[in-house]
């Protein structure tokens, strides 16, 4: 069991995103949980790796999947398979949810 303190996790910035990995590696393998602040636009990018899934906590924003736009708003979850390519934009605060867990060696950076 783990009680995890969100206010006592480091946060990191990233340019317009800031991520604060809550559960992650150590905690375990077969999924991370994190926060994302996203204030502007995130790079496009395809997780090889993982199923991702956002939970808009605050804001709005658009989700650009295989180049459809999905609108996104408070208390909306959206999904996206691994191997997707997407990028998000807006001013949004989400709960992230990857499984298996996340792994930036698997993320392909796109143009």
């Known amino acids: ?11 990191e910035n990233y340019g317009s995103i800031a ?33 991702m899934y956002y939970f808009i906590i605050e804001g709005e924003g658009a989700f650009i999947i295989e ?7 408070k208390h909306n979850l959206i999904t996206i398979p ?3 390519a997407y990028y ?10 990857c499984s298996p867990r996340f792994d930036a060696s698997q993320i392909e950076y796109l143009k």
């Open 67 to 73: 180049e459809k736009t999905f609108r996104v708003k």
């Open 82 to 84: 691994k191997g997707t």
């Open 19 to 51: 991520v604060q990995e809550l559960l992650s590696l150590q905690e375990s393998e077969s999924m991370s949980v994190a926060i994302i602040t996203l204030d502007g636009t995130n790079e496009k990018n395809r997780n090889n790796g993982s199923n």
């Open 88 to 97: 998000d934009t807006g001013k949004m605060t989400m709960l992230s949810f």
């Open 1 to 11: 069991m783990t009680l995890i303190d969100s206010s006592k996790v480091k946060v």
